[in-house]
């Protein structure tokens, strides 16, 4: 006969062959009848050993954070992500023509194949499963799932065709597979960025880039076509304080000032005085002010004049300026430019901050992007939000007041920083929640881990993907882009790429 015994919220379905007289209620002390379960017991007890730790979200922050818990001997890690493919922003948010920084992806495939180490992919958390089921599953469980929305400019005219999010056109041409039907109209001569930080760099850069540059790298085929008959020729990038507050980095810059085919548009107004107040800052900031410094005043060599006489495409900073209102075309089918109220800076330091100087100012232009930052949404009802900071509260990683429940990268501290401030973030989680384990703040008793989210998911038909999956749709991105010399044309297309797994 078939007896069902219930472990916490999940069911074992075993066999068990007992003469039982019908009709009679029968009732079963767990452990004993687990023994009846041939090689069950042993598989229990070693469970018990084994802290099943799960991370939500496979992006930087999911796998280094992985990486750091499989220092415990023992750990299990399972690792969910809701799309069919791992890595997060290192495959849809790194610049096509930055290849080296998706190095990482080597670290995080090493860390996949850890035997101890699991990637369930196709499974989104807070539709397909919920955070509460997964903690009953797991000994703990941490939320690494970063930040997939967008700021808004909170402006009227902002939901105008024409104007899209900066985090929207880089999954566009990352292939994310959610932008895939953004369709951005490059038929003007003129775009306006909003926002000076690395992300809004990156999209002016690739704007800007003539499309046989891009040719050789993994952007997609959709936006490579649309690129090859953009008619923009000048990039605005629009931000409320000064040159001593920029948010990009010099790396950037510098690839900026040297895009073949542009010449830089800087007011040496802006830059009044400015070398006096460099003795004070620090010296990463010191270098980025003085190559803009340098840019904007100082008269360029012969060649380098040249080379800017010869450009067909601008692009320039402009400072002191806030977004008020997305301007109308006249027939109100996009937009024609975008309203700027003219700042002033008050306060020192880090605590300085644009006020309005009461004068306005229209830029023309055809394609505003808004890039003034991501922030992250609340994944379940039953995990604490803070949705003005867009963070889940937390001590050290510790969710607040959820005990066995953790986050860690951009979810845990806002969307800040670089690859190597999340790995160093993601290993403190890590590291804290290794410390609670040893110190016994965690459950100590077995959790089924993923057998039991299995046959949950099972039993509402969704299909994971694993890692060896993965590396299947990965080899079929590689062959595809051969035959054009790219190093991969991305899938972008869900369903495509769990028919080719045969889901």
Known sequence: ??????????????????????????????????????????????????????????????????????????????IYEKQPVPFGLVRFGVAPDHPEVKNVINTFTQTAHSGRCAFWGNVEVGRDVTVPELREAYHAVVLSYGAEDHRALEIPGEELPGVCSARAFVGWYNGLPENQELKPDLSCDTAVILGQGNVALDVARILLTPPEHLEKTDITKAALGVLRQSRVKTVWLVGRRGPLQVAFTIKELREMIQLPGTRPILDPVDFLDLQDRLKEVPRPRKRLTELLLRTAVEKPGPEEAARRASASRAWGLRFFRSPQQVLPSPDGRGAAGVRLAVTRLEGVGETTRAVPTGAMEDLPCGLVLSSVGYKSRPIDPSVPFDSKLGVIPNVEGRVTDVPGLYCSGWVKRGPTGVIATTMTDSFLTGQTLLQDLKAGLLPSGPRPGSSAIQALLSSRGVQPVSFSDWEKLDAEEVARGQGTGKPREKLVDPQEMLRLLGH
């Open 1 to 78: 006969m078939q007896v069902r015994v219930k472990l916490g919220k999940f069911q074992l379905l075993l066999d068990i062959q007992v003469g039982l007289g019908l009709g009679k209620e029968v009732s079963f002390d767990l452990f004993p009848l687990l023994s009846l379960a041939p090689g069950f017991r042993h598989q229990f007890s070693t469970q018990e050993k084994t802290p099943q730790i799960c991370v939500v979200g496979s992006g930087p922050a999911g796998f280094y954070t992985a990486q750091h818990l499989l220092k415990h001997p023992q750990a299990h890690v399972d």
